[in-house]
């Protein structure tokens, strides 16, 4: 007899973990499709979380996976002028987003939802009353039962495109360094809007002991991480403060 759930969520990342709490919390029955081994395994994110977005889903922000806590964001127009923002309270955490994951998915775990490792979306059919989901995982594809399907796999979402739903055409390209030193007070961020970052921004922010010095943009003419590395060597509010610390790690 096949299994059957009331919720299938397809994607064990901060959206689908927390969507799969919440509908546990109400009584519904949850799994989760997770496809790698572990949740928080493969992170492609800088870490950096407003503060109230904590607020608005009732989730405090824990020392076991918050690295830095930033209190001033400094804002650069591309003519270098400067619009700061400061406060006693954090305005957004610095996270580390492998610990963060894996709390959440303790959370879930604790709320009664069940999460399927090394398990992958395949397909979806008899859309009329219960779906039946097939999965690919450990043993092969199998069948699975449930009243909702939620989305939760990202940018490049299987399901997304398994119904046609109107995907992001406009993707960002992001590149970033783990660098060792930088000039930069811990509680302080810094965004810079430029030319090489067309469409997006250059943030620097202190993550621990480490700063991540990051773009994201929509320029694609080249590798994203020639634009990271112009923009460090040709801004001046940047340059003297990046070109001679270690880099330890592209990100």
């Known amino acids: 007899m096949f299994k059957k759930y009331d919720v299938i969520v397809v994607g064990g990342g901060p959206a689908g973990l927390h969507t799969g ?150 993707f960002y390209y992001c590149a970033e360094y783990e660098m060792i030193d930088v000039n930069l007070d811990k509680e302080t961020a810094e965004i810079y809007f430029c030319n090489l970052a067309r469409g997006g921004y250059v943030w620097i922010f202190a993550r621990g002991n480490r700063f991540n010095v990051g773009i994201g943009t929509v320029n694609k003419d080249r590798n994203v991480v020639y634009y990271l590395d112009e923009f460090i060597k040709e801004h001046p509010m940047v340059r003297d403060r990046c070109m001679d610390v270690e880099t330890w790690k592209r990100v």
């Open 21 to 170: 709490r919440k509908l546990s919390d109400k009584g519904l029955s949850v799994l989760i499709l997770e496809e790698h081994s572990e949740v928080g395994t493969l992170v492609e994110c800088a870490g950096g979380i407003e503060a109230h977005t904590f607020r608005d889903v009732d989730l405090k922000p824990k020392k076991e996976w918050i690295k830095s806590e930033v209190r001033k964001i400094r804002f650069f127009s591309p003519k270098n002028t400067v619009v700061e923002i400061k406060s006693k309270r954090p305005l957004a955490y610095i996270t580390d987003r492998r610990e963060f994951d894996k709390y959440l998915g303790e959370l879930a775990l604790d709320s009664g939802v069940e999460i399927a490792l090394k398990t992958k979306f395949a397909d979806v059919k008899n859309l009329e009353r219960d779906a039946a989901i097939e999965v690919k995982g450990i043993g092969g594809k199998r069948e699975i039962y449930a009243k909702v399907l939620v989305a939760a796999d990202g940018v490049k979402s299987t399901v997304g495109k398994k119904f046609s739903l109107d995907m992001r055409k406009k």
